[in-house]
């Protein structure tokens, strides 16, 4: 069955990094462009960034642009989002996304992993 588990998430200073990752199985992981999404307390849930099943493209929200790299290894199945330069605002928990890139379309979500940015 399908399975996607993050990692990763935790309590960082303002200004400090974190790398998430997100382990695929059950699926063709390569057919898949990945996404990072997170929901902020109280707030809708929004796109991280992405990345497209080769690897060859990559996606950022304004707000990580300059401070937050996707990057993806298709022979462990693993997506990651490096973090650097974590703000406050950054606070959320983070969810992978797998869409499949032909059709018909299909989304899987994994459980989402916290991320607290507090001094």
Do not use: H
């Not at 703000?87 to 379309?105: G, H, I, K, L, S």
Request: glycine share 10%.
């Amino acid at each position: 069955q399908v399975q996607l588990v993050e990692s990763g998430g935790g309590l960082v200073q303002p200004g400090g990094s974190l790398r998430l990752s997100c382990l695929a199985s059950g699926f063709t992981f390569s057919s898949y462009a990945m996404s990072w999404y997170r929901q902020p307390p109280g707030k809708e849930r929004e796109l991280v960034a992405s990345i497209t099943g080769t690897g060859g493209s990559t996606n950022y929200a304004d707000s990580a642009k300059g401070r937050f790299t996707i990057s993806r290894d298709n022979a462990q199945n693993t997506v990651y989002l490096q973090m650097n330069s974590l703000r406050p605002e950054d606070t959320a928990v983070y969810y992978c996304n797998a869409r499949r890139q032909f059709w018909p379309p299909r989304d899987y979500w994994g459980q989402g992993t916290q991320v607290t940015v507090s001094s």
